[in-house]
């Protein structure tokens, strides 16, 4: 059953637009607030809006079974993860790309300005470049957090073991930033998160460019220093970062053929994205085969 329901979570997380249906029905902000404003602070306050849920969850579904555990799972499951409208994202990203100006578009508004092109177009470069990569970064860890956490706790613990990620991850995120919790929590997300990255970047290195892949997920296994959205962001990066004839090599700061570049890379980043998700099916499913 842990297959199925993990099956109907990938088709609800890849075909539901609009809002989340379960989220809007208990929002988590809402239980937030009314423990803070009733003066529950630090670790009291995570036990209330987490422990608390998640022992609760814990104790039912391991008295329940059959269906009642099928439906319970399920449930808790799809009100765990978060809808990512990945197209929107990645759409909006190549528009911008398109959206630069080409090198003699450039010239020419350079030349009826008397500005140095040369110079406008190094800018250019370094703009896109480094929105290139900030887009990976934050893309690459929202796709990953959206989902792939909540799956790997709720194959090793249950419908508990994806409560307990996902109620966690929304109550970092509703802490003020000045928080004395926020490092704490920090950590605790960290730690959650650090086997299903490691799996998830193996996927990577698997699906696309392994050889490259593999040698940096080696270095990636032992390494507890860096976040893990830098990790997983350098690792997509590797694997979709291949040179064919249709992705020209970037000489300089050469914008046209960088562009180019740009724009294959996030279709291959999307593709890659699609692949993983459903890499971890395939994960369930061997699962469910081995321990049935």
């Known amino acids: 059953m842990t297959f199925l329901i993990i099956l109907i979570a990938v088709i609800f997380y890849r075909n539901w637009f609009g809002e989340h249906p379960l989220s809007?029905?208990?929002?988590f902000e809402s239980v937030f607030d009314w423990a803070a404003e009733r003066g529950i602070k630090g670790l009291p306050l995570y036990l209330s809006c987490v422990g608390l849920p998640v022992l609760v969850l814990l104790?039912?579904?391991?008295?329940?079974?059959?269906?009642?555990?099928?439906?319970?799972?399920?449930?808790v499951v799809i009100y765990s993860i978060e809808l990512y409208d990945g197209?929107?994202?990645?759409?909006?990203?190549?528009?911008?790309?398109?959206?630069?100006?080409?090198?003699?578009?450039?010239?020419?508004?350079?030349?009826?300005?008397?500005?140095?092109?040369?110079?406008?177009?190094?800018?250019?470069?370094?703009?896109?470049?480094?929105?290139?990569?900030?887009?990976?970064?934050?893309?690459?860890?929202?796709?990953?957090?959206?989902?792939i956490p909540v799956v790997f706790w709720f194959i090793l613990f249950g419908p508990a073991g994806a409560l307990l990620y996902a109620l966690t991850v929304r109550y970092l995120d509703s802490l003020d930033l000045d928080s004395p919790q926020i490092v704490l929590m920090?950590?605790?997300?960290?730690?959650?998160?650090?086997?299903?990255?490691?799996?998830?970047?193996?996927l990577f290195a698997f699906l696309a460019n392994f050889g490259p892949g593999f040698e940096y997920w080696l270095k990636m296994l032992t390494d507890v220093t860096?976040?893990?959205?830098?990790?997983?962001?350098?690792?997509?990066?590797?694997?979709?970062?291949?040179?064919?004839?249709?992705?020209p090599t970037v000489e300089s700061d050469d914008l046209q053929n960088y562009m180019i570049q740009c724009e294959s890379h996030v279709n291959d980043l999307r593709t890659l994205f699609e692949?993983?998700?459903?890499?971890?099916?395939?994960?369930?499913?061997?699962v469910t085969v081995i321990a049935p």
């Open 186 to 202: 920090e950590k605790v997300v960290y730690w959650l998160e650090w086997v299903p990255a490691r799996i998830t970047g193996l």
């Open 226 to 247: 860096q976040p893990n959205e830098v990790h997983l962001s350098i690792l997509a990066g590797i694997s979709t970062n291949v040179q064919d004839d249709a992705r």
């Open 59 to 75: 104790i039912i579904s391991g008295v329940s079974g059959g269906l009642v555990w099928f439906l319970l799972s399920l449930v």
């Open 275 to 286: 692949r993983a998700v459903f890499g971890w099916l395939g994960i369930a499913a061997l």
């Open 87 to 147: 197209d929107s994202v990645f759409d909006e990203h190549l528009i911008w790309l398109r959206d630069q100006p080409s090198r003699e578009s450039a010239d020419a508004s350079q030349d009826i300005a008397g500005l140095d092109g040369k110079q406008v177009e190094s800018d250019c470069f370094a703009e896109v470049s480094q929105r290139q990569e900030d887009f990976i970064l934050t893309t690459t860890y929202e796709v990953f957090q959206s989902f």
């Open 24 to 27: 809007r029905i208990l929002p």
